[in-house]
């Protein structure tokens, strides 16, 4: 990701010599200087008087508007749109998965991947910034998958079951772990692999109890 603005390295800045900026520009700078930071050092070491003089503000104007460095951060990722992928329309739920997995594989290989996989890192070590992160970023993946799926059993290439299955969100669990595990790229033959050796098996299987109740009715006949 290439820098926003200087690196809190050497004396520190000045910023009253600077422009005055309010609201809005300010508020985007301290964010965009979030990302940076987050980039080069790492949720760790990320400090608000480091984003402060990267964003050439004052301290007490990034305290003000973030009282923890975990809601900093958070509406950071947001800015930066660690999670967001655009909603595939293929007209088929293969098609729909491939495209899904294969934008979150190329977000992955970014330097916003490298921040993705290491707040994940972090979250089980920082209760609040896992519980931001729950409610605020891991849920759009999981409306997007939905959303997937809802026009997958309209279409009648799945069971309204499945929305309300753990297996809705197998395919972006396993890509989720294979980056965590072995970092980016994710080759695409592993997305492919993922789509169709297990997540349309899966989905396109009937649940325990239904198998159970289909061989009744089966050797009842």
């Not at 990267?54 to 809601?71: E, H, N």
């Not at 279409?155 to 197998?170: C, D, H, M, N």
């Amino acid at each position: 990701m290439p820098n926003r603005a200087e690196p809190a390295t050497g004396p520190p800045l000045d910023h009253r010599k600077g422009p005055r900026r309010r609201g809005e520009e300010l508020e985007s700078a301290i964010l965009l200087a979030t990302l940076d930071e987050l980039a080069e050092v790492g949720y760790a070491s990320l400090t608000m008087e480091r984003v402060a003089v990267r964003a050439r503000t004052g301290k007490a104007a990034v305290y003000r508007r973030w009282p923890s460095r975990a809601q900093l951060v958070v509406d950071a990722c947001k800015v930066g749109k660690i999670s967001e992928v655009d909603l595939p329309d293929t007209g088929e739920l293969r098609g729909d998965v491939l495209l899904l997995l294969r934008q979150m594989a190329a977000t992955m290989a970014t330097p916003l991947g490298d921040i993705m996989r290491g707040l994940l890192a972090e979250m089980t070590r920082d209760p609040e910034l896992a519980e931001l992160i729950r409610q605020r970023i891991h849920t759009v993946r999981p409306a997007t998958i939905r959303v997937v799926l809802e026009r997958a059993v309209a279409r009648g290439e799945v069971e309204p079951w499945v929305l309300t299955s753990r297996r809705a969100t197998v395919a972006t669990d396993l890509l989720r772990n294979q980056f965590l595990l072995f970092g980016a790229p994710v080759e695409d033959e592993v997305i492919t692999d993922i789509v169709d050796d297990v997540y349309l098996p899966l989905l396109l299987t009937p649940p325990p109890c239904r198998r159970a109740h289909t061989q009744v009715a089966d050797e009842a006949h």
